[in-house]
């Protein structure tokens, strides 16, 4: 054994040496690049006083990063994110002017900003140089992970034997966008796991071993109708999406238009769940949320939508996910390396495909390079790294969202080079975790996920030339602007953006209560869902008195060629749906005679009749136009690939889960609904044998 610690600290000191003299070296190569930065006097000294000036300040920068470093973020805590990530430049900046001056031989300086860019680069060539050399050395590669990922939680219970559980949430890709990225071989790491493909490191399809064994299976699931973030996250985390018919909504009890990636509503979303399940979420015994919109009722949160608008405090410092990360000054450099990478990446990507003319297209300039770089790197890095921290430390249940293919996939399509990219890039990052799991203190089971799909498709303002807001507007005999105004997209990364830059909950440019006179109707866009409401009417009107108001409205909307189906409530049948040439299919015929649902496939009947029983459904809610053929619908938003609606891809997302916990469903059931896929995720907690989540009764039984 003393033999053995021995060699480990004699390994360890080498590593320590490299990774000095390649300090030294990068000092040197830079001070003859940089006209502001030089270790000799103005009078000029000898190679080896110069070579020394080198060493001892690329000694003394090491040893202040070391032992200064993380003690200066532990005082950043309370910083945003994406704040705390800029200020990692200056503060390494300061440590490297603070050993020039603390060098002997008194002849080394810098300019303040020549500092930040020096030091930058000792960090991440340093950084680059003890992972290449630790490479091959577990014990040097697990310790390493251990100071990335914060693994200690101070004051906390012994960690248990038992399985943990990660779940995992590839935001927005769908089953067969999935199982088509195995195929192609762009996913080896879920290839791995599903046996088709050998991976490297697992210890399975070597030379001679036959066939890779599975190790997860893949299962489809299908969302509400409302097959978007909010909802699908809401009943996952916490057991309940009722009553939250779309991504956005008008509340005609509050005057209030409910938007789920804004943080108030996603707080009021998360409170009204937790008080019709009597539960605090998936997470409450010992668990993690990293970049959802609600917390799951964990205790560890670190971009979480729902906990954006409350004062900063212990609670919000999201401590294991920024501390992990930018504890290493050298993850930083990397990740602001990557992110103008990412920004050039989109503005060639934009370009080629304005040059080509491809169509259909949206817009991508303005702040949204900036927006998917933080989607795709940022975001990502700092979840990735802050599971990686609740591995490590033991956590009984983590919850993670990845949203970058979603954001890359409303604006480039879900379908094509620019997303196949950024699945590469998420597999990499399941990858990691994966390692992860092998050096943490207890076996962890890894579950992946998606919330739903993407639909591709042409905006219906690009079709047409209107808007469904001007459709309307011609509808009720109202004046219809002569440009067609855009509908913004309302992208998860967006909203992450926000809540890292701790920017103010009620914006300017956002609207909470609708403006204009009452009488005119709101009109709002979930993708290719449509809700409309009459704000001056206090109850959810009725096809009667739509049609008694706006004789005209509801025949142009179920007429119209972009337009799939509505639903309105009746006062002769509860509910009907609409369709072209007059049809009108009361809800509980639907089964009989589909009507207009026919193009939506099995489950649409339910998943209409679901919504119409909340209590803000809209006086109007529309479907756009589906094509069963190649699966195209038209967003009411600009988007290209888009969901929240029915048609297509969307509502079709994924399950990915060990073999060594019990089936989802049965092989001759279904998974349907948000609110299955958590009674399935709760079942898996139980089965690892962990602190059991209190609670006895079902949600949909104690709501009942």
Request: proline share 6%.
């Given at each position: ?11 360890q000191?080498g ?17 003859g ?7 000799q006097s ?7 006083t110069?070579a ?15 032992l ?14 994406l ?90 890709v ?48 299908h ?12 009943g ?16 005609k009890d509050t005057g209030?238009?409910?938007v ?6 996603a ?25 959802n ?15 954006a ?8 410092r999201?401590?294991?996910g920024?501390?992990?990360y ?11 390396l ?26 991508r300039?303005?702040?949204?390079p ?33 949203v ?14 620019d ?34 799909g ?38 998860e ?14 914006e ?87 009507g ?51 048609g ?21 059931e ?33 709501a009942?």
């Open positions: 054994m003393r033999g053995v610690r021995w060699r480990r600290a004699v390994s000191a590593r320590s040496v490299a990774v000095w003299g390649v300090s030294t070296l990068t000092m040197l190569v830079l001070a690049i940089l006209p502001d930065f030089r270790l103005a009078d000029g000294a000898s190679a080896t110069i020394m000036t080198a060493a001892v300040g690329a000694g003394v920068f090491g040893v202040l990063s070391a200064a470093w993380p003690l200066l973020v532990r005082l950043l805590l309370l910083v945003p994110a704040v705390l990530g800029l200020l990692v430049f200056f503060l390494n900046g300061s440590l490297l002017l603070l050993a020039l001056r603390l060098n002997p031989s008194g002849q080394s300086e810098a300019a303040p900003e020549t500092a930040v860019i020096v030091a930058a680069v000792m960090s991440a060539v340093a950084s680059a140089t003890g992972g290449a050399l630790a490479v091959r050395d577990d014990d040097a590669y697990r310790r390493r992970l251990y100071r990335l990922a914060d693994r200690r939680r101070r004051g906390g219970a012994a960690c248990p034997a038992t399985p943990g559980t990660v779940f995992l949430q590839l935001d927005g769908g089953h067969d966008v999935l199982a088509a990225a195995v195929r192609k071989g762009l996913m080896p790491t879920v290839a791995g796991w599903l046996g088709s493909a050998p991976q490297q490191g697992r210890g399975q399809g070597r030379a001679g071993s036959g066939a890779p064994r599975a190790s997860h299976r893949l299962t489809r699931w969302t509400d109708w409302s097959s978007q973030t909010g909802a699908s996250q809401l996952i985390l916490h057991g309940s999406n009722h009553d939250v018919p779309a991504f956005r909504w008008y509340e209030e238009v409910m789920c990636n804004r943080p108030t509503s707080a009021e979303l998360q409170r009204r769940a937790v008080e019709r399940t009597g539960d605090g979420g998936l997470l409450s015994a010992d668990g993690a949320s990293r970049g919109l609600f917390s799951g009722g964990a205790d560890e949160q670190a971009l979480v939508l729902s906990i608008t409350r004062r900063r405090s212990r609670e919000t999201s401590r294991s920024y501390f992990a930018f504890s290493d000054p050298a993850n930083a450099v990397r990740t602001a990557s992110f103008v990478a990412e920004v050039g990446r989109e503005s060639g990507q934009s370009t080629r495909a304005r040059l080509r003319q491809e169509r259909p297209r949206v817009g300039g303005g702040l949204y900036l927006v998917r770089a933080f989607a795709t790197v940022v975001e990502r890095d700092v979840v990735v790294a802050a599971v990686m921290g609740d591995m490590l430390a033991g956590r009984t249940a983590v919850y993670a969202d990845l970058a293919y979603d954001e890359v996939a409303h604006h480039s399509g879900p379908l094509g080079r997303t196949e990219q950024v699945l590469g890039r998420l597999d990499r990052a399941l990858a990691l975790i994966e390692n992860v799991a092998e050096h943490a203190p207890r076996p962890y089971r890894i579950v992946v996920l998606s919330d739903h993407q639909s591709p498709g042409e905006t219906f303002r690009a079709r047409y030339g209107l808007t469904l807001g001007n459709l309307v507007r011609a509808g009720c005999g109202l004046a219809v602007p002569r440009k067609a105004e855009r509908t913004h997209s309302g992208a990364a967006r909203a992450a953006v926000r809540a890292a830059l701790r920017r103010p909950v009620e300017s440019g956002e609207r909470h209560r609708p403006t204009g006179r009452r009488s005119e109707p709101i009109v709002l866009a979930s993708g290719n869902l449509g809700l409309i409401s009459f704000p001056d009417v206090p109850h959810r009107m009725s096809k009667e008195e739509i049609d008694a108001r706006h004789p005209a409205l509801l025949t142009t909307l179920a007429n119209h060629p972009g337009i799939g189906f509505l639903l309105v409530r009746s006062e002769e049948h509860g509910g009907v749906v609409l369709g072209a040439y007059g049809a009108e299919i009361p809800l509980d015929q639907l089964d009989r005679t589909p207009p649902l026919a193009a939506f496939g099995p489950g649409a009947a339910d998943a209409v009749r679901r919504t119409h029983s909340f209590p803000h459904t809209a006086d109007i809610m529309v479907n756009s136009f589906h094509d069963p053929a190649d699966g195209e619908v038209l967003a009411f938003e600009e988007q290209i690939g888009s969901h929240g609606g029915l297509g891809a969307q509502a079709r997302p994924f399950l990915l889960s060990p073999l060594a916990l019990s089936a989802p469903v049965e092989d001759d279904e998974l349907i609904g948000a609110e299955h896929v958590h009674r399935v995720l709760r079942r898996w907690l139980r089965e690892s044998n962990g602190p059991q989540i209190p609670l006895e009764t079902a949600p949909e039984e104690r009942a």
